[in-house]
């Protein structure tokens, strides 16, 4: 039921991008997470994103913590694909 009256708000909290990039193992674990997250967001187009609590895992993240977060950030705020049903800032 999509009637216009419903505010649809997808949260996220503590994504801490850039824990323990350099493990080999567990090194992708937050990249995963926070795309797994933009993707259901995409998918779902929630009238909100709410990333609430550390979305990097410190003060000062590694480039490829903050490359990571802005390349998913844009694919799915600015996905010119989807025209009109884009995200709107």
Do not use: W
């Not at 419903?6 to 080999?24: Q, S």
Request: aromatic share 6%.
């Amino acid at each position: 039921m999509d009637d216009g009256s419903l505010l649809r708000i997808l949260v996220a909290t503590d994504i801490h991008l850039g824990k323990h990039e350099n493990h080999p193992i567990r090194g992708v674990d937050s990249f995963e997470a926070f795309s797994e997250v933009m993707q259901i967001a995409k998918s779902t187009k929630p009238d909100i994103l709410l990333l609430g609590g550390d979305l990097f895992d410190n003060i000062n993240p590694s480039m490829k913590a903050l490359y990571s977060c802005l390349r998913e950030l844009k694919d799915v705020v600015f996905d010119e694909s989807e025209g009109d049903d884009s995200i709107q800032i």
